[in-house]
């Protein structure tokens, strides 16, 4: 059976075409990306301009005609918190609804936490144990962690890259001070995160699993060897805070002369560095390990399992 599934986040579309079945796992034929940064079309009240609420329009209507040359079955569309939380989010989703031709599921952050938490313990396994996990999007910052598929814990902070950029970073390049800002607002916008983690065992493992995280760990990180000769990548903290400083005194248009920084990726890499480095230091995690899998394949996951249950006995 052939899927898609739509991600409408704050910094890109992403489609992600992929052949499944009950029992077994994603193979992915087609991933298509639209870069937007959401972020840079908010108006002052809140809400997404006219020339952002098109170009997502466009976007989404381009993803949904590769989905039918595809010849996928059922499109599994989904939005995060740029859609989520615009003031005029209502229209918004209206419209997306009406270019794809079917309804859009909006998440929530926790439920873009579990998601997430899902493909992550799928693609470790049952004997990764307790997991701990970061996932950094343009518009927020979400956190689980448990033993099992579901997390015991989830939640979602404001604390997404394309977001800090704006309100905290929009100078180029940036500068320390500015750094130090957002650092002290990304603790203290942690602090009731790490009191509710406070609770939760020691993990045996703690990931990452977002693109910024992914190119963070191309920078910073160094490869490890995986399974069947696949490479699998950590990031100390002590590393990525190294690269803080340096990244805030270089201009965005030459950060993608560095390791695993994407041009869609420069503006935002700072303060994604920021943000993943104070709540590695808040949760007390000297390094994370990065998975390939995140909200997309948790999602196509989720459906997988309930044509499962779903199948005649």
């Known amino acids: 059976m052939r899927l898609g599934v739509l991600d409408i986040g704050s910094n890109t579309v992403h489609l992600l075409v992929a052949d499944v079945r009950p029992g077994g796992r994603p193979l992915a034929k087609t991933s298509q990306r639209t870069v937007l940064r959401l972020m840079r079309y908010l108006e002052p009240d809140g809400s997404i301009s006219e020339v952002g609420v098109t170009a997502l329009v466009d976007a989404v209507t381009e993803a949904r005609r590769i989905a039918d040359g595809e010849n996928v079955v059922e499109l599994l569309a989904t939005a995060t918190s740029a859609v989520r939380e615009a003031a005029n989010g209502a229209e918004v989703i209206a419209r997306i609804e009406e270019a794809l031709g079917q309804e859009l599921q909006v998440l929530g952050g926790?439920?873009?936490?579990?998601?997430?938490?899902?493909?992550?313990r799928r693609w470790f396994g049952w004997s990764a144990g307790q997991i701990l996990l970061f996932d950094i999007g343009g518009g927020s910052l979400e956190l689980a962690a448990g033993p099992d598929e579901l997390p015991e814990l989830a939640a979602s902070v404001p604390l997404g890259a394309g977001r800090m950029t704006v309100e905290f970073l929009p100078q180029d390049p940036p500068g320390e001070d500015a750094v130090e800002v957002l650092r002290a607002h990304a603790r203290e916008t942690l602090a009731p995160v790490a009191e509710l983690m406070a609770g939760q065992p020691r993990p045996d493992h703690v990931v990452g699993s977002s693109k910024a995280i992914r190119s963070l760990a191309k920078l910073a990180g160094y490869p490890v060897p995986g399974w069947s000769g696949s490479e699998r990548m950590r990031m100390p903290r002590a590393a990525l805070g190294s690269w803080i400083p340096r990244l805030a005194r270089?201009?965005?248009?030459?950060?993608?002369?560095?390791?695993?920084?994407?041009?869609?990726?420069?503006?935002?890499?700072?303060?994604?560095?920021?943000?993943?480095?104070?709540?590695?230091?808040?949760?007390?995690?000297?390094?994370?390990?990065?998975?390939?899998?995140a909200l997309r394949e948790g999602v196509l996951l989720r459906y997988i399992e309930s044509l499962s249950w779903n199948e005649p006995s």
């Open 250 to 293: 270089i201009p965005a248009a030459a950060r993608q002369e560095l390791p695993g920084i994407t041009a869609d990726r420069t503006m935002q890499i700072v303060a994604g560095a920021v943000v993943l480095h104070t709540a590695m230091t808040v949760l007390d995690v000297d390094e994370l390990e990065v998975s390939p899998w």
């Open 110 to 120: 926790e439920s873009e936490a579990r998601f997430t938490f899902l493909a992550v």
